[in-house]
């Protein structure tokens, strides 16, 4: 695959940010999560507010919670600022983080399986663009929003769900792969169920972070160690996360 | 409806467990959910290991953080404590309490409700004997591990959305309104998104909370107000948890 640091440094990212944006998507390519993927770099650069400059910034800590402003630096960097400074600093035992003005996120299941490699147990959700409508009607209230879980396991692989409450990614609508009116709430006659935690993501993180995009963050030291038993429990059924 | 409160003190609960978890049953009624209402009483009451007199304990506790034991007492019993003690004492800003043996825990819609009435923001998850295989087949690996989510609203409406991951619910297969195997992830074609939350809140619950059932909640005050935002859009619509 093409490395695209040289790109990401022609668009004005500095080298340090280049090699953070190229490893999401170089992951996300090698995981088949193309519309994630190297796609995404032309996307970026045509971001009419795109600030390849801008930082984000930890705005409040306390024990417990801590509060970023993406001030304006694409959602990728400021989630990888704040993995960063978990796993610099992590826990006592547990912790809350909100990002607001955090967008776009990319793949969250990568964000959480870096914390699961450092050993924490990590649950992200971050908002979109209202994209997706009841499935009675009306108007898109809620993003894709996915919800994303990893948990590290003393085997070392971490299990890692990630899940979009989208029929298909708007990603896929971007590169053609679906139509927009596929973009619905999973599940078919159980669709309510998907559209319900869509919305109930948008109002938590909407209550927590402000309007547009953000993402809510918990991170927590493991006191057990389940995915062994898991993974035993399971042989010969692929598990989320794994490739 | 026919107040249970008599049978449950025939069963040995206190009197105001008693209220606790008749308010619980008759909410369920109201709200539809019947496989969480009256039919639990007696179904309570043929547990093996049912010990009415148990109390849960609040094990730790520090800023942004709590852990709960059941103590064999009823997960209703336990989250009804925690939301008590949530409301007495609200976080900071926010806080994630962990609960371990902590089933049954009914309708978790319930709970968030009552910490959104008290004004604060509520995600809470919990885990129930494993009853869902993947849609690939194999042993059932994660219960129906619902996701519930409560945000308050100054036009005093929360927000809340409760999914489980389920299909159909345990209790609909106890009360006969559906068979066996249609308890299986949600989601006809895209079931392996369910499955995928429901595995994530397995190994999320188990890595925080330890074997067996248990529950997670986030509790923080919000810094937003979206619902009634969402409610002038949603004309029409039929929001999750409205009625």
Same mark, same amino acid.
């Given at each position: 695959?093409?490395?695209?640091?040289?790109?990401?440094?022609?668009?004005?990212?500095?080298?340090?940010?280049?090699?953070?944006?190229?490893?999401?998507?170089?992951?996300?390519?090698?995981?088949?999560?193309?519309?994630?993927?190297?796609?995404? *770099?032309?996307?970026?650069?045509?971001?009419?507010?795109?600030?390849?400059?801008?930082?984000? %910034?930890?705005?409040?800590?306390?024990?417990?919670?801590?509060?970023?402003?993406?001030?304006?630096?694409?959602?990728?960097?400021?989630?990888?600022?704040?993995?960063?400074?978990?796993?610099?600093?992590?826990?006592?035992?547990?912790?809350?983080?909100?990002?607001?003005?955090?967008?776009?996120?990319?793949?969250?299941?990568?964000?959480?399986?870096?914390?699961? %490699?450092?050993?924490?147990?990590?649950?992200?959700?971050?908002?979109?663009?209202?994209?997706?409508?009841?499935?009675?009607?009306?108007?898109?209230?809620?993003?894709?929003?996915?919800?994303?879980?990893? *948990?590290?396991?003393?085997?070392?692989?971490?299990?890692?769900?990630?899940?979009?409450?989208?029929? *298909?990614?708007?990603?896929?609508?971007?590169?053609?792969?679906?139509?927009?009116?596929?973009?619905?709430?999973?599940?078919?006659?159980?669709?309510?169920?998907?559209?319900?935690?869509?919305?109930?993501?948008?109002?938590?993180?909407?209550?927590?972070?402000?309007?547009?995009?953000?993402?809510?963050?918990?991170?927590?030291?493991?006191?057990?160690?389940?995915?062994?038993?898991?993974?035993? @429990?399971?042989?010969?059924?692929? @598990?989320?996360?794994?490739?």
């Amino acid at each position: 695959m093409d490395d695209p640091r040289g790109r990401l440094r022609e668009i004005g990212f500095s080298e340090a940010d280049a090699a953070t944006l190229a490893d999401h998507f170089l992951d996300a390519e090698r995981r088949g999560k193309h519309s994630h993927g190297l796609s995404r *770099v032309d996307w970026l650069a045509d971001l009419p507010e795109l600030d390849p400059a801008a930082r984000p %910034d930890l705005v409040a800590s306390e024990p417990g919670y801590e509060r970023w402003d993406g001030g304006g630096a694409v959602g990728y960097l400021t989630l990888a600022a704040i993995c960063d400074a978990q796993l610099a600093d992590p826990p006592a035992t547990a912790r809350v983080v909100v990002a607001s003005r955090c967008f776009p996120t990319g793949v969250l299941g990568y964000w959480v399986r870096r914390l699961a %490699d450092g050993g924490l147990v990590a649950a992200l959700t971050a908002t979109s663009p209202a994209r997706l409508a009841s499935p009675d009607g009306g108007p898109p209230l809620a993003g894709t929003n996915p919800i994303a879980i990893a *948990v590290p396991s003393s085997d070392g692989r971490p299990l890692v769900a990630d899940v979009s409450m989208g029929r *298909v990614t708007h990603g896929d609508v971007l590169t053609g792969d679906a139509a927009p009116e596929e973009l619905v709430p999973f599940g078919g006659d159980r669709a309510h169920k998907s559209f319900a935690l869509a919305v109930g993501v948008q109002m938590l993180v909407g209550a927590l972070a402000g309007e547009g995009p953000g993402a809510v963050l918990v991170v927590a030291r493991p006191e057990f160690d389940p995915v062994p038993g898991l993974r035993s @429990l399971a042989t010969g059924v692929r @598990l989320p996360g794994d490739r």
